[in-house]
């Protein structure tokens, strides 16, 4: 038939050692081929290998539950194979923000939290107020010092555990809700964690609120830092009020700017200039790779793990 010919010929174009390293993979894969359902199980491992490599497609093929049970949790591909494409590129500006990078040997559940912090910084670092910004200046009142926490995952997971409360993997939260996230210290010592946003009703519109002030394991502040609080709260205010009379803007959170969120991914796209459709969600809608990685990081922790 025509199509075989056409096959065949495409075979024979490419270079050998593509076609050596297809069969190899293709022998490994079969190991782990299902009896049910091979032709959807094999173009979603065919789609993982081209996205993330050899390498990173073995890796998913290891992992427990296996991947054909894998493919029913929405595994997001994208998102993953990004994550483990630049871990091995540090040298790249968005490599260079990875905390924790990947390997052959994380557990699936461990990448995807690692890649959600990842994005979730590159995201932070576009929407969080730059330096020189009246947010980002530290304020001292009553001894209490308020601090913005800086656009990093690391800096939310470390307020998170000092204060025993849930705040890592809050910046995401907070970026999308239009507020800001501070520390406040005694001296060296947490005490609270305020977050603030701007009205958005009639009468008092963009105005600025606190939307929550809490002490340590989620309890309420003491009466002298809410006291504080509420006054550092009409600083902020009158500081706001003194830029807008000299014509600058200082917004909570600034608007994602798509040139420079697609610019982080731009060396994967030189070296795979024909995936940019399977990575299209990825550079469009940064907003959805956290909902599918939480997602995704929710469902495989409740999957049951067969027998190895």
């Known amino acids: 038939p025509a199509d075989h010919s056409r096959r065949a010929r495409r075979g024979r174009d490419r270079p050998a050692s593509d076609q050596a390293a297809d069969d190899a993979f293709g022998r ?44 029913t949790l929405d595994v997001p591909i994208a998102p993953l194979a990004l994550y483990a494409w630049f871990s ?55 001894g209490l010092t308020f601090t913005l926490l800086a656009p990093s995952a690391e800096a939310f997971r470390r307020e998170g555990a000092e204060m025993r409360n849930c705040l890592e ?6 970026g999308m809700q239009a507020s800001l996230v501070f520390s406040v210290k005694r001296k060296d010592r947490s005490v609270a964690t305020i977050e603030i946003v701007e009205h958005r009703g009639k009468t ?27 006054a550092w709260l009409a600083e902020l205010e009158e500081a706001r009020a003194e830029a807008r009379r000299q014509s600058r803007r200082d917004p909570l959170i600034r608007p994602i700017d798509a040139a420079a969120w697609r610019a982080h991914f731009e060396p994967y796209l030189a070296a795979h200039p024909s995936l940019e459709k399977d990575a299209e969600p990825v550079l469009a809608r940064p907003t959805k790779i956290f909902a599918a990685l939480t997602w995704f990081g929710s469902r495989i922790t409740a999957a049951p793990v067969p027998n190895a």
């Open 28 to 71: 490994h894969a079969l190991n782990f081929a299902p009896q049910k359902s091979q032709s959807a199980w094999l173009s979603g491992l065919l789609r993982a290998r081209a996205l993330g490599g050899d390498a990173f497609a073995r890796w998913l093929l290891a992992q427990r539950p296996p991947w054909a049970r894998l493919q």
């Open 204 to 230: 008092e519109r963009g105005s600025l609120a606190i939307r929550q002030c809490l002490g340590r394991a989620n309890r309420k502040a003491s009466p002298t830092v809410l006291r504080e609080a509420a």
């Open 88 to 142: 091995e590129r540090p040298d790249t500006q968005a490599g260079a923000r990875i905390r924790e990078r990947w390997s052959a040997e994380m557990r699936l559940q461990t990448a995807a939290h690692r890649a959600e912090a990842w994005f979730c910084e590159l995201w932070m670092e576009q929407i969080w107020p730059p330096e020189g910004s009246l947010w980002r200046q530290p304020r001292t009142l009553g």
């Open 169 to 174: 993997g809050y910046g995401v939260v907070a």
